[in-house]
């Protein structure tokens, strides 16, 4: 399984999303009726045991779409 399949899994298992295709980078809260505080922490800490990172709180608190999301995967050096 690619990293990119593996952050598809966690985003659907996190905010109880049904169709991987359904993911848009531009997406967020706003359009993502499951994304909400809890699945936010649910999301961070699954991202950190799969990848095996530590993030800092800044990084987890500009998570504002899933393009941002990859953006900081990628930040700290998770290939996607």
């Keep these: 399984m690619s990293n990119l399949e593996k952050l598809n899994k966690i985003i659907c298992d996190a905010f109880g999303i049904r169709e991987v295709e359904s993911i848009k980078d531009e997406h967020g809260p706003d ?5 909400d ?6 999301l961070v800490t699954q991202l950190e045991e ?5 993030m800092e709180v ?3 608190s500009r998570m504002y779409t899933i393009g941002d999301i990859k953006k900081i995967l990628v930040k700290y050096d998770v290939e996607l």
């Design 31 to 35: 359009e993502i009726e499951g994304w």
């Design 50 to 54: 799969t990848f095996e990172i530590a």
């Design 58 to 60: 800044i990084d987890v």
């Design 37 to 42: 505080s809890m699945a936010h922490v649910e």
